[in-house]
Structures are given as structure tokens and as C-alpha cells.
């Protein structure tokens, strides 16, 4: 049976290789899959001292925090710690091994102890409350987004990079990531009695797929459906798993190449194979609630008389000749078509945005006719239920000059929110983080921008999108780390030395990763969806409230270029500095 299936999972991984190795690199990379490429990168992270070694509860720990015993033990030794930067995602992604999220509640709950004031409650729940958001909406989802593209990529052709938002599209994205909670903390408190943990994990091993399947059902029925397709079946599933061995050996000798490039996608692909012969066996011996695994055309193709029925609309357009659509012209034209860029927003221009998102749409549909792709309209939960807001995204679209303007203030506000939120979880106090004074980081507003605009011709192939995005925010990160160092007499703002794979200290692959997926959000997604909020605006509002922003960065901009932000959590932060903190509250 394991032959069947890792022949099947070969089939499949052949088929859909940069999509496969996509979704396990974003997996690896959120913690939610392991690999010794994780492994590594948390083995040259600055950060790893909490994960791994486990320092005694007590008068001590509660003085210094968690981790801080063990740095000061490296100090004494005389080894070097690197400079210490979180980047945007840095602690949600140490690995799955370190058990990250439980990690940094306990770092809150320490802070928060070590609080004496209401003001610092609030402002270390507020930053909890940001990093948990993230994992119960995206790090404790994700497997079923991955089990999702891997069921589809089985029976079709292609798969469009718009599945990822599969579960926002019939409006599922919350209740699945409950049942997602539901079965973390059962499993939490199984691993407390040590062996039920492990019996557990094999319990709750089909959770993921079934949600992919129907994420309709509760977690209840999620979760005692796993348990009772996998009766009789959990050592099978463990002599499966350990089957890989040979490829986590190749891949720790490889420094997880090995498993990011190839075994990784190639071991998920045979536990999806896995899910469907469990599935097949499940309905052959009548398993009690096996019926809401309803999704018949995830595992074969549809007949022609259902796909005429529910695209009747779509084969009727495709009948038609092509439309011709309107053109822009001069150098409204030049600056549309190479930066995305509009003076304002016409009523022509909308007629252009519209006409591109619809071919885009009828591409997508004539796919699902023809039976390349999943045909989203026979899923079971009904079409008219998906959400309107995500069918008006357009990310094919070009950006006027005041939304670019009003665009890059939201995103280095969301960019300096997030880093201040990191640091009141593991310091337990308020950092003003960047060089600048207000509540912006305007690297993240900048990147934001010459993303949307620089990559405005690459928009249509997300996965070249991807990599260009790389290397831009690895130019622009890079630039402004040296930009800084020559106008400020050599002080850093960052520093990724001893990060696995940095140059120079100033950018690292990990770090490019994840701004390669936050790019990949901002302009498939999060730009767009503000643009439309953006145009309901008048402009009588709008341009005003752009000047008082641009008045009020260009005065932050000068002023700080004489007193810049430094000092502690900025420019020389260490885990020290909470040591210090603690003394001083002490005082």
C-alpha cells in the first residue's frame, strides 16, 4: 500500500512541482512543518536560547525572564551574541519544534507579571493578542490550505494561486481555524500525559483533510471522525512517516535542501494519498458521520452535462469574439502600462480595470470548464454564499498618485505596529522601533509601494511576482541599512549577523522569505482591498489629509536626521536590557 501511494504522490508532485514546493516552503518557513531547513535556520537564529534549554521556574527565572540566564552564561563564556533583529515575522517561525507560540504566551505571562503598572498590562496583552491573532488565523490554518492544494492538485491540471483564499471565498476562514484551535489544545493537554500525546497526534491526524474537504462541520465532527477512520490504522500511519527517514538523513546532511526542494512536497503528497485511501475505506465500511465528506469532484473529474448546467453563462461568452478592450494613450499610458500609476482614478480607467479583472475571471472559469482546474461552482457549499468583497479585489489594476501616498502611510504604520507589538511581548514594555520618531517604519511603506509599482508587469505570474519581490526588498533592506550607517557615524538599526545565509549582516534569507510573502499579500490582497475603501473617499478629503501626512513625515524625516531614535530595543538592544529593566523596577 505504501508503494500505491508514494507512486501516486510522485505522479501528483511531478504535475505541480513549483506549486508543491510553494506551499511547504510558506509551511516550513511558518513552523507548521518540520524540516532540518528549519532546524538550521533556528540553529543560526540570535534568538534560540528559550528553545533550547529549559531553565527552572522560580525566583530566579522570574528576575531575569526566559532565556536570559542562558545568554548570560554565553557572555561569561566570552562568546559573541549577534546583534538582535525580530524582522516581521522573526518569532513566529523558530520552528514547530520549539513550540513557538506556547513560547512567547509564556514570555507575555512573564512580562506581564513582572508589569507594575495598568498602562504595561495593556500594552503586553495588546502585543499577545496581535502574535496569537496571527497563528490562530494563518500559522494554525495553514495545513488546511496545504491539504486543500494538495486534494485538488491530484485530479486537475493547474491550480490557480487564488485557492489559498479558498476558505474566504465561501466564508469558512474563522470556523475552520477553530476547529484548527480546538484540536492544538486537545492535543496540548494529551502531550501532558506523555503517551497520550503521541496516540493523539495519530488520532488527529486527518483533521487537516477533512476540514479541507467539508469546512462546514463542527470541530466535534471533525475531530471523532478522525479518530474513527484512523482505528486500526495509527501504526500503519507511523511506519508510513518513518518511512521518510532516509529523507530527513539526506536532508540533514544537505542542510534541508534536500527536503524543502523535493522530500518535503513529496512526503505531503503521500500523506494526502494516505487521507484518500483512508477515505475510500472509510465509505466501503459505512464509519458512522462519514457522509459529510461530501466533495465528490475533489477526487474525480465532473461530467460534461454538470459543468454545462452550472457554466452555461461562461460557455456562452467564450462563443463570443474576444472583446476589444480600450487602451490608454501618451504618457498616461506609459506610466499606466510599465508603473501602474494614474494621476486619478476616470471613469475610463475603472471601464480599463474592469474589462482586464473579467478576462482574468473568464480565463479562470473557461479552466474549470475545460477541466483543468477544481470547478469552484459544483463545491458543495453554495456558490451564492462566497464573499462579494473578494470578487472586486482587481489586483489588476492601476494605482492613483494619492492612493500610493495614503497607502504607503498605512503600511509603514502597519509595519512599525507589528515590530512595537513583538517587542511588548519579550520586554514587557513600550519600544518606539525606527529611526524616525512617529508611529511609522517607512521601509515597509517604501517596499510596499515599489513593489505595487516597479513589479507592476510581473503582477499576472504570481510566482515570478514572488521572487522579483525577493530580490527588491533584498535591494531596498540592504540600501537603507547602509544609508543609515553613512549618515549616522556607522550605527546600526539592525544587524542579521549569525542569522543562517545573511550577507554582510544587513539581509538574510529568512527575512526575504517573509517579506517575499508579505509582498505576495500586500499586492494580491491587502492594496487592492484598501484602494477600493481609498476610492469611496472624496477628494476633497483625500488630498488634504495626504499633504498633512507628507508635512508631518518630511518634519520627522529632518528632525530625526539630526536626533535620531535610538537607545534600547532600537540600536542596542540586547536581552540584557530586560534584565536592566527588571533591576530598575526593582529600585
Known sequence: MRKELKVQARKSLKKHYLMYV??????????????NFNSVIHLYSPENAADEEVVDAGSVHEEYGIGNIIEEKRQEEGKEIPAKKQ??????????????????VASAINSFVGSETAGEWVLVLAGLAVVFGFWFLVQNLYCVVSARIFLEGRCYEKIPVQRFLFL???????????????????????TLTIVGGIIKHYSYFLVPYIVAENPDISAGEAITLSRRMMKGHKWQCFVLEMSFIGWRLLG????????????????TASYCEYYVRLREMAREKGVENVHILNDRYLYELPGDEEIQKRYADVIAIMEEPEEEIQQLKGIQKFFADYLGILPKSSR?????????????????????????????RLFPIAEEEKRKWIEIIHYLRHYTIWSLILLFFVFSFVGWAWEVSLHLITDGSFVNRGVLHGPWLPIYGSGGILILTLLNRARRKPVLEFFLIIVLCGAVEYSTSCLLEVLHDGKKWWDYSGYFLNLNGRICAEGLFVFGLGGMAFVYLAAPVL????RKIRMSILIPVCLILIALFAGDTVYSSRFPNTGKGITDYDQKSRIELQTERNV
Open 168 to 190: 474566504l471565498r465561501i466564508k469558512r476562514w474563522c470556523k475552520a481555524a477553530w476547529i484548527l484551535f480546538v484540536k492544538w489544545f486537545y492535543g496540548f493537554l494529551w
Open 348 to 376: 475610463k480607467e475603472r471601464d480599463y480595470e474592469e474589462s482586464q479583472a473579467r478576462l482574468l475571471r473568464i480565463q479562470v472559469l473557461k479552466n474549470a470548464v475545460e477541466k483543468k482546474i477544481y470547478p469552484g
Open 252 to 267: 540533514l546532511l544537505t542542510l534541508g535542501l534536500t527536503e524543502v526542494l523535493y522530500s518535503t512536497p513529496y512526503e
Open 87 to 104: 524582522g516581521v515575522l522573526r518569532p513566529l517561525i523558530n520552528g514547530i519544534a520549539s513550540g513557538s507560540i506556547e513560547m512567547k
Open 531 to 534: 484602494d477600493n475603501w481609498i
Open 22 to 35: 510553494a506551499v511547504c516552503m510558506i509551511a516550513v518557513f511558518l513552523g507548521t512543518q518540520v524540516s
